[in-house]
């Protein structure tokens, strides 16, 4: 009876490894939980070879979002918004310039993005240029220049 064997995860588990992981355990824990459970599969050649594969077409469709996200973020650098709003004395709003206006206004220029991307911590309440940061992608962030005027 072998000591250990090979098994190839297929969820996340706690103190053994991360999901598509080729990890050795005992064959016990093997037969009695992993494998019940379908936490686990015996890393069979074929099994191997399909989780490589699945690896490899999920590398390559995360470097091809990377690139759409990083052409994004460039036309997003280089765009910038005039939103006109009325305003009354000393300058101020009525009402606010929320997200959901500058998203509209983006996709006026003819870019399609996800409005969730906009990190916009509270609406904009006064007139001026603001800078606020698109989130695309973990390390892909855009900065998209606003400036509210007076209509």
């Not at 939980?33 to 490589?52: D, G, S």
């Not at 990377?66 to 101020?92: C, F, P, T, W, Y």
């Amino acid at each position: 009876m072998p000591a250990t064997i090979q098994v190839i995860l297929q969820q996340d588990v706690p103190n053994v490894g991360a999901s598509g992981e080729l990890v050795k355990v005992r064959p016990g824990f093997a037969r009695n939980y992993l494998l019940p459970r379908q936490l686990a599969v015996p890393a069979t050649v074929a099994q191997v070879h399909r989780v490589e594969h699945e690896k490899a077409v999920a590398l390559a469709k995360a470097e091809k979002l990377k690139k759409e996200s990083r052409e994004l973020a460039e036309k997003l650098n280089a765009l910038d918004i005039k939103i006109a709003r009325a305003v009354g004395e000393d300058d101020k709003l009525f009402g606010s310039v929320t997200a959901k206006e500058i998203h509209a206004a983006v996709e006026a220029q003819g870019i399609k993005f996800d409005r969730k991307k906009l990190v916009l911590g509270e609406p904009l309440k006064a007139l001026g240029q603001v800078q606020i940061p698109v989130k695309l992608l973990t390390d892909v962030v855009a900065t998209l220049k606003v400036e509210v005027v007076k209509k």
